[in-house]
Structure formats: structure tokens, C-alpha cells
């Protein structure tokens, strides 16, 4: 039976959780509100659930097939282009992790695209390749690939897809991952949601990669 002391720091456990739990819904109403209105001013219809995402010819793609809890979240669309917040969890227990960000999806003009993952080489990177895994070297720009990994099949038609201005543009603003195949490409960066007042800049910049890949 709890003594008079334990009880207080119970109850008031309880009542942090709970004000963190309010706090947290209170924000993330207030983040699909902001984000609707954004989609709204592109020109874009808006839902803050759609699972039907995920029947889109781009959900195929490797970052919609990691981990458990798959969610779309503030869905913006067009006829082309696709906006959302994607979440999936990894592990179970102490190791689990959940991982949330923003994602551009959008279908490329006029370029067929080899199946291919671009991410910014971190150190987990360095030691799977160095124990056999895939990481596509561009010969004519080793700075590129010193801070990038890049894997697809077919490593011809992939290396084609990064011509000198598009390698330009992402050692100007790096970070980004990218993943295409076919007439679909999905730009985000790694665990980063968009805050709203960033959303259209964060779509033209995606809208400028889809411009540049492929273009030699």
C-alpha cells in the first residue's frame, strides 16, 4: 500500500503525462490547421489522414517499406504532386525508434528513372559499404560521393541521373535523401518534419531537383 508521499509523487506524475499528452494534441492540431492553410495557398486539396497514400505508384519505393505503424499524415495533393508526413516505428522495447518526416512526392517530366536511393553518407554508411554494401561512386566528383551515398541496379543509367548542375545544386544545399523509379521521385530529409511557414519553399526546392535530375 503506498504511503502519503508516494501517492503525491504519483498523482503528480500522472498529472505531467497527462499535460504533455494535452500539450502534444494541442500542437499537433494547430500544425494541421497551419499546414492546411499552405495547402490551400499551392493550390492543393488537403486531408490530415489518408492511408490511400499508400496504393500511389511512389509507395513502392524503399522509405515506404521500412519498419512497422506505417502513417500518412497532412495530406496536400495535386494531380502530380503529393505533400504528407510519413511515420514508421523500428524495434521493440528500450530500442524502439519512430521516425517522422515530410515528404515530397512528384511525378518527373520527360526522364525514365532507373530504381535509386541517394542519402547523405553518415558514419553507418562508411562502415556498411567498407563491409560490402553498395555505394556508387561518381569518378569525375569525389567530393559528391565523399559526402553522399548512392545505390540502384543499374549503376550506368543511375550515375547518368547526376549531371554537373544537379550535383551543383546539392553540394549548395545538402542533406537531402532522394528515392525514384519510373516517372515517380520522393525528396525529404532524414527524421525532419517541415514546419509550415517552410512548406512552399521546402516544395519549390524539391520542384528544382526534379528540374535538374537527369539533364546532364
Same mark, same amino acid.
Given at each position: 500500500m503506498m504511503e502519503g508521499h508516494e501517492l503525491w509523487i504519483f498523482g503528480a506524475a500522472a498529472v505531467v503525462v497527462a499535460a504533455v499528452v494535452?500539450?502534444?494534441?494541442?500542437?499537433?492540431?494547430?500544425?494541421?490547421?497551419?499546414? &492546411? /492553410?499552405?495547402?490551400?495557398?499551392?493550390?492543393?486539396? %488537403?486531408?490530415? =489522414?489518408?492511408?490511400?497514400? *499508400?496504393?500511389?505508384?511512389?509507395a513502392s519505393l524503399p522509405l515506404f517499406q521500412r519498419g512497422e505503424s506505417r502513417r500518412f499524415r497532412n495530406v496536400a495533393r495535386g494531380d502530380e504532386l503529393f505533400v504528407f508526413g510519413y511515420s514508421f516505428t523500428t524495434g521493440s522495447?528500450?530500442?524502439?525508434?519512430?521516425?517522422?518526416?515530410?515528404?515530397?512526392?512528384?511525378?518527373?517530366?520527360?526522364?525514365?528513372?532507373?530504381?535509386?536511393?541517394?542519402?547523405?553518407?553518415?558514419?553507418?554508411?562508411?562502415?556498411?559499404?567498407?563491409?560490402?554494401? &553498395? /555505394?556508387?561512386?561518381?569518378?569525375?566528383?569525389?567530393? %559528391?560521393?565523399? =559526402?553522399?551515398?548512392?545505390? *540502384?541496379?543499374?549503376?550506368?543509367?543511375?550515375?547518368?541521373?547526376?549531371?554537373?548542375?544537379?550535383?551543383?545544386?546539392?553540394?549548395?544545399?545538402?542533406?537531402?535523401?532522394?528515392?525514384g523509379a519510373g516517372e515517380w521521385l520522393i525528396i525529404y530529409r532524414k527524421r525532419k518534419r517541415v514546419a509550415p511557414d517552410e512548406l512552399a519553399t521546402f516544395v519549390e526546392q524539391a520542384r528544382r531537383f526534379a528540374e535538374l535530375i537527369g539533364r546532364g
Open positions: 494535452l500539450a502534444a494534441r494541442w500542437y499537433e492540431k494547430k500544425r494541421t490547421a497551419a499546414l &492546411q /492553410d499552405v495547402a490551400m495557398r499551392l493550390g492543393l486539396s %488537403f486531408l490530415a =489522414r489518408d492511408e490511400s497514400i *499508400g496504393t500511389q505508384p511512389f522495447g528500450k530500442n524502439k525508434s519512430t521516425y517522422q518526416q515530410t515528404v515530397v512526392a512528384l511525378r518527373v517530366a520527360n526522364v525514365r528513372l532507373p530504381a535509386f536511393q541517394l542519402s547523405p553518407e553518415g558514419f553507418f554508411d562508411k562502415i556498411g559499404t567498407a563491409f560490402g554494401g &553498395q /555505394d556508387i561512386d561518381l569518378d569525375t566528383d569525389p567530393e %559528391f560521393s565523399r =559526402r553522399n551515398r548512392l545505390r *540502384g541496379e543499374d549503376e550506368v543509367a543511375v550515375k547518368a541521373l547526376f549531371g554537373q548542375a544537379l550535383r551543383q545544386h546539392l553540394a549548395m544545399d545538402p542533406g537531402w535523401s532522394v528515392e
